[in-house]
C-alpha cells in the first residue's frame, strides 16, 4: 500500500501560463476566521515537522509465495503519533496545500532509506514516489542518490514504486525520467494496478519490472470468480512482458494460497505482515507452514451466464467525428467532456481511426505543434490500425486478438461495428472484468440445480492435484432409491432433496480444502484435501439422515418404505432413501489421469452401495484400473 498521497497535477508545457496582475481573477468566498486559523495551524506545525524531521519509518514485508521468504520490504511513513498530521493522506493534503509536497516527499524518502539501512533489512526496499514529484522539473536532482549513498544501500537494492492517484498525461517526460531513474540502477515497480487513473498506460508505456495488484482485487478472492479470472489475466499479461507480480492487501490464508497457485510471484498484506518500525525478518509460522504445504487451492467457481457470448454488452455509444475536423475542435471536444479519453473517426458510417486524448494533449503541449496542425484535418493524430470487431464477435476471439495485438490496443479500446458500420466502443477494461466469462459453458461447468462445479470444473480440479503430487481422497456420492421416490413424489419434491443433499455435503467440507461438484442428477463428487476426511464424511451422513425424515409423509416413514409400480406395471416395495460415499485414496504418481480416477471411484460407489441404508465405504486397493 503507498504511503504517499500526490501533489495535484503539474501544468504541461504550453499550457496557459499563471494569471498575471494584468488577468481577470474572481473572488472566492471568504474562508470562516476559525478555518483560517487551523490552516495555519497546520501550516506552522508542518513546517515544524520538516525543520525537526518528525517523521517515522515502518516497513510492511513483501513475501515470495512459493517459498516463503521476505524478498524485500516497502517503506510507509507517518507523522508524530499525537498529531493530525500522523496519517500520510492528511501529512501530503496539508503539504499540497501549502506547496511543499516535493520537500516532504524527499524528507520521507532520506527517512525511509536511513532506517531501512539502520535496521540491516534483507532483500530489496520499495521506496515510493509520486509521477507528479518524479516529473518536477525544477525539483533537486540526484537527491534520492545521494540519500541511499549516505546510507550506504546499493542502488541495486532500490525499486521505485509510482504510486498514482492523479492522471498522469505526460508520458514521455515520464519514460525519460524512469530511463534516468533505471540509468543510476533502480528497478520499477507500479503500485495499485487496476485502481489508479492510467496504470494499465503505465504498464505499457514503462515496462516495469514490478507491478502491484490492487488489494481490491485481491481480498474475497478465494470466493469471486471475477477476481480470480482478473488476477489471473494480469497474471498471463505479465508473464508475457516479463514483469513480477506483486498482490497486495492479502489477508487470509485462503487468499494467499489461491494466488500461489496462479502463479502469483510476491505477495503482501497483514497475514503475512503488518508494517512496523521493526518488522520481522520471517514470515509468521503459520504462513510458512501454510506455504509449504502441499496440495492445491480450491477456485471459485462461476455459475451459469447466459449472456457472455457476444461483446455487445461491452457496447458504449460513442459520438463520432468525421476526417474533415480539424485537430482544433477535436481539442476542444476533450477539454469540454474531461472523462472522454477516446473519440472514434468514422465517414459515411465506415470507422477509419480512433484519437487518444492522451495523445492530442501530448502533440498540442509540444512547442508549435498547435499552431502547425490544429487546423489540419484530424486524420494526422488518429490511429489508423483500430481494432475493429463486428457486434457478433465472442468475448473468446476479442481476447485472443486483444492478447496479440500491440499493448496499446487496451487501452484505446476497440470498435464495434454491425455489417462494416460504426455502433460504438468497448474499453479494454470492460474486457477484463468480463474476460472469466469467456470460459463457461454453462451446463458443462456448472449444474443449473445446484450451481455446483459440473464436470469439466471437477476433472480440471483433479488434474491439478494429481500435477501438485499431494495425497488426497476421492469421495462418490450416490442416492440410494432416488428414481422411484421421484416418481411418487414428483420431480419438485426430488429437487428439494438433490438441493438439501448438496447442502450438506458442502456443510461438512472446508471450502478452502475441500471441492465439491455435482456430476448430475443425483450423483455428486468430493475431492478432500482435509485429512479428517473420514470424520467428516460421518457427518454427512448423520446429517442425511436427520434430514430424510422431511421428504417422506408420516405414513410412509412410519413403514419404512412406500409401494410404487415397476417398469412392468408390478407393485414393488421400495425402501427409504440413503445416501452411498465410495471413497478412494489417492497418493502421489499412483494415478495418472481424472479418467482413471473416475473409474476407481465409481467402482467404490457400488461397493458402497451394496451395504444397505447409509453408508461409507474405503477402497483399500492401491493399484488404479486399468
Same mark, same amino acid.
Given at each position: 500500500?503507498?504511503?504517499?498521497?500526490?501533489?495535484?497535477?503539474?501544468?504541461?508545457?504550453?499550457?496557459?501560463?499563471?494569471?498575471?496582475?494584468?488577468?481577470?481573477?474572481?473572488?472566492?468566498?471568504?474562508?470562516?476566521?476559525?478555518?483560517?486559523?487551523?490552516?495555519?495551524?497546520?501550516?506552522?506545525?508542518?513546517?515544524?515537522?520538516?525543520?525537526?524531521?518528525?517523521?517515522?519509518?515502518?516497513?510492511?514485508?513483501?513475501?515470495?509465495?512459493?517459498? *516463503?521468504?521476505? +524478498? =524485500?520490504?516497502?517503506? #510507509?511513513?507517518? %507523522?508524530? !503519533?499525537?498529531?493530525? /498530521?500522523?496519517?500520510?493522506?492528511?501529512?501530503?493534503?496539508?503539504?499540497?496545500?501549502?506547496?511543499?509536497?516535493?520537500?516532504?516527499?524527499?524528507?520521507?524518502?532520506?527517512?525511509?532509506?536511513?532506517?531501512?539501512?539502520?535496521?540491516?533489512?534483507?532483500?530489496?526496499?520499495?521506496?515510493?514516489?509520486?509521477?507528479?514529484?518524479?516529473?518536477?522539473?525544477?525539483?533537486?536532482?540526484?537527491?534520492?542518490?545521494?540519500?541511499?549513498?549516505?546510507?550506504?544501500?546499493?542502488?541495486?537494492?532500490?525499486?521505485?514504486?509510482?504510486?498514482?492517484?492523479?492522471?498522469?498525461?505526460?508520458?514521455?517526460?515520464?519514460?525519460?525520467?524512469?530511463?534516468?531513474?533505471?540509468?543510476? *540502477?533502480?528497478? +520499477? =515497480?507500479?503500485?495499485? #494496478?487496476?485502481? %489508479?487513473? !492510467?496504470?494499465?498506460? /503505465?504498464?505499457?508505456?514503462?515496462?516495469?519490472?514490478?507491478?502491484?495488484?490492487?488489494?481490491?482485487?485481491?481480498?474475497?478472492?478465494?470466493?469471486?470468480?471475477?477476481?480470480?479470472?482478473?488476477?489471473?489475466?494480469?497474471?498471463?499479461?505479465?508473464?508475457?512482458?516479463?514483469?513480477?507480480?506483486?498482490?497486495?492487501?492479502?489477508?487470509?490464508?485462503?487468499?494467499?494460497?489461491?494466488?500461489?497457485?496462479?502463479?502469483?510471484?510476491?505477495?503482501?498484506?497483514?497475514?503475512?505482515?503488518?508494517?512496523?518500525?521493526?518488522?520481522?525478518?520471517?514470515?509468521?509460522?503459520?504462513?510458512?507452514?501454510?506455504?509449504?504445504?502441499?496440495?492445491?487451492?480450491?477456485?471459485?467457481?462461476?455459475?451459469?451466464?447466459?449472456?457472455?457470448?457476444?461483446?455487445?454488452?461491452?457496447?458504449?455509444?460513442?459520438?463520432?467525428?468525421?476526417?474533415?475536423?480539424?485537430?482544433?475542435?477535436?481539442?476542444?471536444?476533450?477539454?469540454?467532456?474531461?472523462?472522454?479519453?477516446?473519440?472514434?473517426?468514422?465517414?459515411?458510417?465506415?470507422?477509419?481511426?480512433?484519437?487518444?486524448?492522451?495523445?492530442?494533449?501530448?502533440?498540442?503541449?509540444?512547442?508549435?505543434?498547435?499552431?502547425?496542425?490544429?487546423?489540419?484535418?484530424?486524420?494526422?493524430?488518429?490511429?489508423?490500425?483500430?481494432?475493429?470487431?463486428?457486434?457478433?464477435?465472442?468475448?473468446?476471439?476479442?481476447?485472443?486478438?486483444?492478447?496479440?495485438?500491440?499493448?496499446?490496443?487496451?487501452?484505446?479500446?476497440?470498435?464495434?461495428?454491425?455489417?462494416?458500420?460504426?455502433?460504438?466502443?468497448?474499453?479494454?477494461?470492460?474486457?477484463?472484468?468480463?474476460?472469466?466469462?469467456?470460459?463457461?459453458?454453462?451446463?458443462?461447468?456448472?449444474?443449473?440445480?445446484?450451481?455446483?462445479?459440473?464436470?469439466?470444473?471437477?476433472?480440471?480440479?483433479?488434474?491439478?492435484?494429481?500435477?501438485?503430487?499431494?495425497?488426497?481422497?476421492?469421495?462418490?456420492?450416490?442416492?440410494?432409491?432416488?428414481?422411484?421416490?421421484?416418481?411418487?413424489?414428483?420431480?419438485?419434491?426430488?429437487?428439494?432433496?438433490?438441493?438439501?443433499?448438496?447442502?450438506?455435503?458442502?456443510?461438512?467440507?472446508?471450502?478452502?480444502?475441500?471441492?465439491?461438484?455435482?456430476?448430475?442428477?443425483?450423483?455428486?463428487?468430493?475431492?478432500?484435501?482435509?485429512?479428517?476426511?473420514?470424520?467428516?464424511?460421518?457427518?454427512?451422513?448423520?446429517?442425511?439422515?436427520?434430514?430424510?425424515?422431511?421428504?417422506?409423509?408420516?405414513?410412509?416413514?412410519?413403514?419404512?418404505?412406500?409401494?410404487?409400480?415397476?417398469?412392468?406395471?408390478?407393485?414393488?416395495?421400495?425402501?427409504?432413501?440413503?445416501?452411498?460415499?465410495?471413497?478412494?485414496?489417492?497418493?502421489?504418481?499412483?494415478?495418472?489421469?481424472?479418467?482413471?480416477?473416475?473409474?476407481?471411484?465409481?467402482?467404490?460407489?457400488?461397493?458402497?452401495?451394496?451395504?444397505?441404508?447409509?453408508?461409507?465405504?474405503?477402497?483399500?486397493?492401491?493399484?488404479?484400473?486399468?
Amino acid at each position: 500500500m503507498a504511503s504517499i498521497v500526490n501533489p495535484l497535477p503539474l501544468a504541461l508545457p504550453g499550457s496557459r501560463p499563471a494569471p498575471t496582475s494584468a488577468t481577470v481573477t474572481y473572488l472566492k468566498p471568504a474562508a470562516p476566521p476559525a478555518a483560517v486559523e487551523e490552516d495555519e495551524m497546520l501550516r506552522v506545525h508542518l513546517n515544524d515537522i520538516i525543520a525537526q524531521r518528525q517523521l517515522s519509518a515502518l516497513f510492511q514485508p513483501i513475501v515470495q509465495m512459493q517459498t *516463503g521468504e521476505i +524478498i =524485500a520490504y516497502e517503506g #510507509l511513513i507517518r %507523522g508524530p !503519533s499525537d498529531s493530525p /498530521l500522523h496519517a500520510p493522506m492528511n501529512l501530503f493534503k496539508v503539504a499540497r496545500a501549502n506547496n511543499l509536497t516535493v520537500q516532504v516527499e524527499h524528507l520521507c524518502r532520506k527517512v525511509v532509506l536511513e532506517r531501512f539501512a539502520e535496521l540491516n533489512l534483507p532483500g530489496k526496499l520499495f521506496l515510493n514516489v509520486s509521477p507528479e514529484c518524479l516529473l518536477q522539473r525544477d525539483a533537486p536532482h540526484g537527491e534520492t542518490l545521494e540519500y541511499i549513498q549516505q546510507a550506504g544501500i546499493d542502488p541495486g537494492r532500490v525499486i521505485i514504486e509510482l504510486t498514482e492517484n492523479q492522471p498522469t498525461y505526460d508520458y514521455e517526460l515520464m519514460r525519460e525520467a524512469v530511463l534516468h531513474y533505471r540509468d543510476m *540502477g533502480f528497478q +520499477i =515497480a507500479i503500485d495499485d #494496478l487496476g485502481e %489508479g487513473f !492510467s496504470s494499465l498506460r /503505465l504498464w505499457s508505456e514503462l515496462r516495469p519490472e514490478f507491478v502491484k495488484i490492487d488489494m481490491h482485487f485481491i481480498q474475497g478472492i478465494n470466493n469471486d470468480p471475477v477476481k480470480l479470472q482478473f488476477v489471473r489475466s494480469i497474471q498471463e499479461i505479465a508473464d508475457k512482458s516479463d514483469t513480477l507480480v506483486i498482490a497486495e492487501g492479502i489477508e487470509t490464508q485462503a487468499e494467499l494460497l489461491v494466488l500461489r497457485d496462479l502463479g502469483v510471484a510476491f505477495g503482501q498484506g497483514y497475514h503475512l505482515g503488518r508494517p512496523h518500525s521493526q518488522p520481522a525478518k520471517a514470515v509468521p509460522a503459520e504462513v510458512a507452514k501454510a506455504l509449504a504445504r502441499n496440495g492445491v487451492a480450491v477456485y471459485p467457481q462461476r455459475g451459469n451466464d447466459k449472456n457472455s457470448a457476444s461483446i455487445l454488452k461491452l457496447l458504449h455509444k460513442v459520438a463520432a467525428v468525421p476526417p474533415s475536423m480539424s485537430n482544433n475542435d477535436v481539442y476542444e471536444i476533450f477539454m469540454r467532456e474531461p472523462k472522454l479519453l477516446i473519440i472514434p473517426v468514422v465517414e459515411d458510417g465506415q470507422p477509419l481511426g480512433l484519437i487518444s486524448r492522451f495523445d492530442m494533449i501530448d502533440h498540442f503541449a509540444r512547442p508549435y505543434q498547435r499552431e502547425l496542425y490544429g487546423k489540419k484535418s484530424c486524420r494526422i493524430f488518429m490511429d489508423s490500425k483500430p481494432l475493429i470487431a463486428d457486434k457478433d464477435t465472442s468475448l473468446q476471439d476479442l481476447s485472443f486478438t486483444m492478447v496479440q495485438a500491440d499493448a496499446h490496443h487496451l487501452f484505446n479500446g476497440f470498435i464495434i461495428t454491425e455489417d462494416g458500420n460504426y455502433l460504438g466502443m468497448g474499453t479494454g477494461h470492460d474486457l477484463m472484468r468480463e474476460i472469466t466469462q469467456m470460459q463457461i459453458t454453462a451446463a458443462r461447468y456448472a449444474n443449473p440445480l445446484t450451481q455446483l462445479p459440473g464436470n469439466v470444473p471437477i476433472n480440471e480440479h483433479i488434474d491439478r492435484l494429481l500435477e501438485s503430487g499431494t495425497r488426497f481422497w476421492v469421495c462418490y456420492c450416490d442416492l440410494d432409491h432416488f428414481k422411484p421416490f421421484n416418481d411418487v413424489y414428483g420431480y419438485r419434491r426430488g429437487d428439494d432433496v438433490i438441493q438439501r443433499t448438496a447442502k450438506i455435503l458442502t456443510d461438512h467440507c472446508d471450502p478452502d480444502r475441500d471441492f465439491v461438484g455435482h456430476i448430475g442428477g443425483d450423483d455428486f463428487m468430493i475431492l478432500f484435501q482435509s485429512e479428517d476426511w473420514e470424520t467428516r464424511c460421518q457427518a454427512i451422513l448423520a446429517g442425511f439422515e436427520h434430514s430424510a425424515r422431511d421428504y417422506y409423509s408420516l405414513e410412509d416413514w412410519d413403514r419404512g418404505g412406500y409401494l410404487s409400480e415397476d417398469r412392468q406395471g408390478k407393485k414393488v416395495f421400495y425402501s427409504l432413501m440413503s445416501l452411498s460415499l465410495g471413497v478412494i485414496k489417492i497418493e502421489a504418481h499412483q494415478f495418472y489421469s481424472h479418467h482413471q480416477i473416475a473409474t476407481a471411484a465409481a467402482e467404490a460407489k457400488k461397493q458402497a452401495k451394496k451395504i444397505h441404508g447409509n453408508s461409507l465405504f474405503l477402497d483399500r486397493r492401491q493399484q488404479p484400473p486399468r
